[in-house]
């Protein structure tokens, strides 16, 4: 049994597929002059078998997409037959002497640097078609194992190294079990958006296994302890089935909750709505009685295409969630892009820390065309139901200001058309940032609501990225000082008059509940998948006594005090049969 991180719940078991590594090592030896052509051959070897792969993969991705869809494989092969692009692989191998795959990697980096300075967005696809087709000559050239993507008629566990949101947003969710990721951790992003699938997923395995998996082992994944089993013996995989199976019964159980009302058992009434990223996540949140969206992640509208969405993609997308959540608020947040999401064909800056870097709103402030797309979707959409604004990432009162000024600039330009939209939308921000907790009571006064969003602010708090597995162990949400900045920011809201919600990770830990009941905070947002759990420890949870352990968590001066202490209170709490009725 190997031990990872444990980033979505649940048992998988299943057959693994390996995603494969573009990652390469490179020979670093010259080629001797008189072995020039043997160069030469390898290389045009490397090329005819990458043809024929691409060949293979247009018919079946044609049978089972579509015509349509496979074309983007003719313009792969048209690039293995591009001179311009041949003859820069030809004169590494024959002025410098390298090898023919060095030479290759040399190429691609070459092109893809200069399609990506053109401000063409066609040039920019280009780009990617020649990472594409690059990787996979090399592969060849590497002699690396073979790999065909599964085309989903068997059910597999996926495993890579790592995992990007725009990958796993490719993935059909009714065929992937469990994942496997070498690197990443509890709020990588793919982890987030794997919660919200309940796909069960286990992490921060780098270094860890003696030998790497192969496609076709058999693998456990139990996602709540962080375990990874390899080719389990009978017995193992017996008990891991049975387990399996009772989560399964469990879950259905507590599905029977979805439409009873949050509350205490001494009648707080809270408001539990959900995160989404996708209409996809949205369907499954409505299905377990999400009172609305507080965080509609829209970066991944921006994700897995090739281009920026037009206004009126996004304007469609916008209108469709606020019609199918009706009454119930929907919080648009406006994109937040950079740290570990990124996007094809919106090249960022290579940065030392991508995290403190170019992302979220100092993007949108940057590029304000795009910006201002995005903001007459979302007041367009506004008239369709009950929607509110909030931007992400804000630090300082200048921030606040000048996206409200780029939303004004929008506004005029709809009033001038005669464009309706809703006068009154909220606008709020997300506190994420330190900076912004500190300056909590003045930004009060510029907004109509917060958004905690802790995910963010505990890695700034602590010091500690959220994507690194190495110090996964000091990722720590109910550290006093995180605790305290939650409180300063509830009190600042509190004392403005304006709203406060938590949409971090740490509001769908059911562990959290008696810090919101103590503070006052009674909107919270989170995964779909964690909407019951979270209400089911509601309705066996007294306020009262809840707030009890919460006033001592606040006084707690050690990392793990509080967590202990509000695990043991769950613990105490936890009535197994609330189903039957008593709720
Ligand atoms: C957060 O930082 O807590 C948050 C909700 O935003 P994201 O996870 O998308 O960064
Ligand atoms: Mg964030």
Redesign the pocket.
């Known amino acids: 049994m190997i031990n990872g991180i444990g980033a979505a719940s649940g048992v998988a078991i299943g057959k693994a597929f390996v995603l494969p590594n573009w990652e390469w090592s490179m020979p670093e030896t010259q080629v001797n002059p008189v072995d020039l052509a043997k160069e030469f051959e390898r290389l045009y070897e490397g090329i005819r078998t990458s043809k024929d792969e691409i060949e293979f993969i247009k018919k079946e991705f044609r049978e089972v997409v579509g015509p349509e869809e496979s074309s983007i494989f003719d313009a792969h092969l048209a690039i293995l037959e591009d001179p311009v692009f041949m003859s820069e692989i030809r004169g590494i191998i024959e002025r410098q002497y390298k090898a023919a795959e060095v030479a290759v990697k040399e190429a691609i980096d070459h092109f893809v640097a200069m399609f990506d300075l053109l401000d063409d967005e066609y040039m920019k696809e280009r780009a990617v078609d020649i990472k594409d087709v690059g990787n996979r000559l090399l592969k060849h050239l590497l002699g690396a194992p073979e790999v065909t993507l599964p085309l989903d008629t068997q059910p597999y566990i996926l495993v890579a190294k790592e995992l990007s949101p725009s990958q796993l947003a490719h993935l059909n969710p009714n065929y992937v079990l469990g994942i496997v990721t070498m690197m990443g951790g509890k709020?990588a992003?793919s982890s987030?958006m794997a919660r919200a699938l309940g796909i069960p997923l286990v992490a921060g395995l780098e270094n860890k296994l003696q030998s790497p998996i192969q496609t076709g082992d058999f693998l456990i994944i139990d996602g709540d302890n962080g375990y990874l089993i390899v080719n389990p013996d009978e017995a193992t995989a017996e008990h891991y089935s049975v387990v399996r199976d009772r989560q399964r019964e469990k879950r259905e159980q507590l599905e029977l909750l979805s439409t009873v009302v949050a509350m205490t058992r001494d009648r707080v009434r809270m408001r539990l709505a959900s995160?989404i990223s996708s209409v996809k996540e949205l369907d499954m949140a409505l299905k377990y009685g999400a009172e609305g969206v507080g965080?509609f992640?829209t970066e991944f509208l921006y994700m897995d295409r090739k281009a920026f969405p037009t206004e009126e993609e996004q304007y469609e997308v916008y209108k469709l969630v606020a019609e199918k959540v009706g009454e119930h608020p929907v919080v648009i947040r406006t994109l937040?892009i950079g740290?570990d999401k990124h996007l094809d064909y919106f090249q960022l800056p290579e940065e030392q820390n991508p995290f403190l870097g170019y992302r979220a709103i100092r993007i949108c402030l940057d590029q304000k065309e795009m910006f201002k797309t995005q903001l007459r979707a979302i007041l367009r959409a506004s008239v369709h139901g009950n929607i509110k604004m909030m931007f992400?990432m804000i630090s300082s009162i200048e921030e606040v200001r000048e996206a409200k000024a780029v939303l004004e600039e929008v506004k005029a330009d709809l009033e001038q058309h005669g464009i309706p939209y809703d006068r009154g939308l909220p606008v709020g921000i997300?506190i994420?940032v330190p900076a912004a907790v500190m300056i909590a009571d003045f930004l009060a006064e510029e907004v109509d609501f917060f958004s905690i969003?802790?995910?963010?602010?505990v890695q700034y708090a602590l010091a500690v990225d959220r994507m690194n597995e190495q110090i996964a162990h000091l990722y720590h949400p109910y550290h006093p000082a995180v605790l305290r900045m939650i409180r300063m920011t509830v009190e600042s809201a509190q004392a403005a008059g304006i709203g406060v919600s938590v949409?971090?990770?740490l509001a769908g830990d059911e562990r959290s509940l008696p810090l919101w009941l103590e503070l006052g905070v009674s909107d919270l947002s989170m995964s779909p998948q964690s909407l019951l759990k979270v209400k089911h420890r509601m309705l066996n949870t007294t306020a009262s006594e809840a707030r009890e352990v919460a006033k001592q968590c606040f006084r707690n001066r050690e990392i793990t005090e509080s967590e202990k202490q509000l695990t043991q209170f769950l613990d105490r709490n936890i009535i197994q049969h609330v189903v039957k009725g008593e709720a």
């Open positions: 709020t992003h987030i995160n965080l992640r937040d740290g992400p997300m994420e969003g802790t995910n963010d602010l949409c971090g990770e």
